[in-house]
Structures are given as C-alpha cells and as structure tokens.
C-alpha cells in the first residue's frame, strides 16, 4: 500500500556531512509523521528523529545540535541532515512513517529498507 525509499548514505570521514532522503508513495491520504531510526544487527531500532504533520521534532540526545529533520509535505519526503558525523554514528538508518491511507482514518505504519551510514578515517 505504502512503500518508503531512503538514499543519501554512504561512507564519510568523522566531521563530515551527509542529507539522507526517504520518499513515500502509494496510497497515501496524508502523513501522520515520519522519521529516521538506526539498528545494528541483532539490536532493536533506536529513534533518531522524528517530525509530525504539524512540524513537531524530537530528537534522541546523542544527534541534538548536530542532526537535523525537516519534511517536504508536497513531495511526501523526509530528509535528515547529519553534521559533525562521529563513528559511532555508523549504522543502519531506516525511515519509518505513519501515513493516514483513506477518509476513514485509516493508517499504515511501516519502514523503509535501510540506508547505510559509516563514518571512518
């Protein structure tokens, strides 16, 4: 019903930068909220960041000051901005979204494949 796309990993050298894009599509009536979680195998998801409808974020401690979220509600997308990048930054980042699916209030709630994000010298 709803598919997520994410791109813009890849691998950076500590202080570096890198904009990670997820992209919704399918039957999307709107979004409730999207963000950014990271897992290392074996390990659960662990939030990074998060952005509602109505412009809300929240951030995990560890990417305050540092990570940036922000949406582009016309093109279904988010996009997460991460400067001053550290090794310890490196995983599996996954874009997850809640999106309302018809009139009715419906929702869908699902992740997208991964990106892959290592930071090394």
């Known amino acids: 019903q709803v598919q997520l796309v994410e791109s813009g990993g890849g691998l950076v050298q500590p202080g570096g930068s890198l904009r990670l894009s997820c992209l919704a599509s399918?039957?999307?009536?709107?979004?409730?909220?999207m963000g950014w979680y990271r897992q290392t195998p074996g390990k659960e998801h662990k939030l990074v960041a998060t952005?509602?409808?109505?412009?809300?974020?929240n951030y995990a401690d560890s990417v305050k000051g540092r990570f940036t979220i922000s949406r582009d509600a016309a093109k279904n997308t988010v996009y997460l901005q991460m400067n001053n990048l550290k090794p310890e930054d490196t995983d599996v980042y996954y874009c997850?979204?809640?999106?309302?699916?018809?009139?009715?209030?419906?929702?869908?709630?699902?992740w997208g494949q991964g990106t892959l994000v290592t930071v090394s010298s």
């Open positions: 399918g039957s999307i009536f709107s979004i409730n909220s």
């Open positions: 952005i509602t409808n109505g412009g809300g974020t």
């Open positions: 997850y979204a809640v999106v309302r699916i018809d009139q009715l209030g419906s929702t869908w709630h699902g």
